[in-house]
């Protein structure tokens, strides 16, 4: 308690501890009316260790159950102290596709392309988004084409432009087969 600490540390009088606290002088003399705890306190340690994902509720009925005349906002009181809170949890990322295995190295130029986005601000604030399109085996920046925004034709149109004015590596099909790119 603040005042017992006050009283202690600055080795001052009782009824000033008292007042530097704010803490009546009465509640200083008279002793807790309350029940001892540390039964319950350790039995919902042993519940909440037990089983990590039950909560307070759930740690709550099994009390009951087991005949402890307590009610839900004590439980939430010391599962509280004890620190036993559930973390929260963070919501999944979807995944954009599934993992097929490890994509095959390039071994020459115009083998294999690869493509992202690139995101930026402009001075005055508006957002700036480029495609970019490196050849894997020569890190060659084959296309930069920025825009305020990009839609799926916007996208292909671009895609379609490059490979008819290069050599393009041949499309790769879901099964595994190639078909060269029109030109």
């Avoid at 008292?18 to 009546?24: D, E, H, K, N, Q």
Wanted: hydrophobic residues 40%; glycine residues 6%; proline residues 4%.
């Amino acid at each position: 308690m603040l005042a017992h600490w006050i009283h202690e540390r600055f080795q001052v009088n009782v009824r000033r501890s008292c007042r530097l606290a704010g803490f009546s002088k009465s509640g200083w003399y008279k002793g807790s009316q309350a029940r001892d705890q540390s039964a319950l306190r350790l039995r919902i340690r042993e519940i909440a260790h037990a089983r990590p994902r039950f909560g307070y509720p759930r740690i709550h009925v099994m009390l009951r159950r087991e005949g402890w005349q307590v009610n839900r906002k004590r439980v939430y009181r010391w599962y509280r102290l004890e620190g036993l809170q559930l973390r929260i949890r963070m919501r999944r990322r979807k995944h954009m596709c599934l993992h097929r295995g490890s994509v095959p190295l390039a071994t020459r130029r115009q083998e294999r392309w690869s493509m992202d986005f690139v995101h930026d601000q402009l001075i005055d604030g508006r957002p700036i988004r480029m495609l970019t399109v490196v050849d894997q085996w020569s890190r060659e920046s084959v296309l930069i084409e920025p825009a305020f925004s990009f839609s799926g034709a916007k996208v292909a149109e671009v895609l379609d432009r490059l490979v008819m004015g290069r050599n393009s590596p041949p499309l790769r099909w879901r099964n595994g087969h190639t078909a060269e790119a029109s030109s």
